[in-house]
């Protein structure tokens, strides 16, 4: 098993990890010849992120080598690999490999930069991680969801932060509800409380003909999903990489959400968030 590379692009690498690490504190990273995969299954509350990004988007000279179809999976800390990655911030170059010191497996990140002087000062930074067998990764699974109800084009996300995080301190959830004809609103209700945005004149995304049912039923319809208020928080941390994002409504089930980074036609990865609606109390 062989892996090495450069990353080309430290500072995307550095906003994904950083939006995963909000969510949970250890991570699957799926090396294969063509893409990277991050996948967190969460914790108590169901959240999950697959994401991918493509290998030229990333990286150069990139090498990798296994016995299983040159495919590598290894579980990694997003909290100890930040400080890696953030440690790289402004280097000159920066290799990433697998080796085994102590007989721990770790990924070594080779760092060279410039100091204030102009002298050179080459880092080495090593993150424990775990291997993963085939039969782990097996186990591995991508949730099963219905058929959207809605796709909608998200309004910026660090906007959508900055409401959510006032409505926080109200209620510790949130229900989310948009129609196909550019409308979202987000809402809390409690015993004395409700509160409720509303953005409108969003769009939708081009939907392929097997989903084309879904914009043919009554387009002011609103089909909503209670979400927990930590849950979507969470999701908004990615706001830090998002260019353009796509939230699918589950009525009543779930809400996915596409997170693309950069151009969504010309796009290096996405992160897709599942997060599971709460059920209710009716």
């Given at each position: 098993?062989?892996?090495?590379?450069?990353?080309?692009?430290?500072?995307?690498?550095?906003?994904?990890?950083?939006?995963?690490?909000?969510?949970?504190?250890?991570?699957?990273?799926?090396?294969?010849?063509?893409?990277?995969?991050?996948?967190?299954?969460?914790?108590?509350?169901?959240?999950?992120?697959?994401?991918?990004m493509t290998v030229e988007?990333?990286?150069?000279?990139?090498?990798?080598?296994?016995?299983?179809?040159?495919?590598?999976?290894?579980?990694?800390?997003?909290?100890?690999?930040?400080?890696?990655?953030?440690?790289?911030?402004?280097?000159?170059?920066?290799?990433?490999?697998?080796?085994?010191?102590?007989?721990?497996?770790?990924?070594?990140?080779?760092?060279?930069?410039?100091?204030?002087?102009?002298?050179?000062?080459?880092?080495?930074?090593?993150?424990?991680?775990?291997?993963?067998?085939?039969?782990?990764?097996?186990?591995?699974?991508?949730?099963?969801?219905?058929?959207?109800?809605?796709?909608?084009?998200?309004?910026?996300?660090?906007?959508?932060?900055?409401?959510?995080?006032?409505?926080?301190?109200?209620?510790?959830?949130?229900?989310?509800?948009?129609?196909?004809?550019?409308?979202?609103?987000?809402?809390?209700?409690?015993?004395?409380?409700?509160?409720?945005?509303?953005?409108?004149?969003?769009?939708?995304?081009?939907?392929?003909?097997?989903?084309?049912?879904?914009?043919?039923?009554?387009?002011?319809?609103?089909?909503?999903?209670?979400?927990?208020?930590?849950?979507?928080?969470?999701?908004?941390?990615?706001?830090?990489?998002?260019?353009?994002?796509?939230?699918?409504?589950?009525?009543?089930?779930?809400?996915?959400?596409?997170?693309?980074?950069?151009?969504?036609?010309?796009?290096?990865?996405?992160m897709t968030f599942f997060i599971p609606?709460?059920?209710?109390?009716?």
């Amino acid at each position: 098993m062989r892996f090495r590379t450069t990353i080309a692009d430290v500072s995307i690498l550095t906003r994904v990890v950083l939006s995963i690490g909000k969510v949970t504190n250890r991570c699957i990273i799926r090396l294969t010849p063509d893409k990277i995969h991050l996948i967190c299954t969460g914790d108590s509350d169901g959240a999950q992120i697959w994401s991918q990004m493509t290998v030229e988007s990333l990286f150069s000279d990139y090498r990798i080598e296994s016995n299983f179809q040159n495919q590598i999976n290894l579980e990694v800390s997003p909290e100890t690999l930040l400080k890696a990655l953030r440690s790289a911030n402004n280097a000159t170059e920066v290799t990433m490999r697998l080796v085994k010191r102590n007989n721990d497996p770790l990924l070594s990140f080779s760092i060279t930069s410039n100091t204030a002087t102009g002298a050179k000062l080459d880092i080495i930074q090593d993150v424990l991680i775990r291997v993963l067998k085939p039969a782990d990764i097996a186990k591995v699974k991508e949730p099963l969801c219905p058929e959207p109800d809605v796709h909608i084009v998200l309004p910026k996300l660090a906007n959508v932060r900055t409401v959510v995080e006032h409505l926080r301190t109200l209620s510790s959830s949130l229900t989310m509800s948009a129609n196909m004809e550019g409308e979202l609103k987000l809402s809390i209700q409690e015993d004395e409380i409700k509160l409720e945005t509303t953005w409108e004149g969003l769009s939708h995304p081009a939907l392929d003909s097997s989903s084309q049912e879904i914009s043919t039923a009554d387009k002011s319809v609103h089909r909503p999903v209670t979400l927990e208020m930590k849950s979507f928080l969470r999701f908004l941390s990615s706001y830090v990489v998002a260019t353009t994002t796509i939230a699918c409504i589950c009525e009543n089930h779930c809400a996915i959400f596409y997170v693309y980074i950069g151009d969504v036609e010309k796009s290096s990865g996405v992160m897709t968030f599942f997060i599971p609606g709460l059920l209710s109390d009716s």
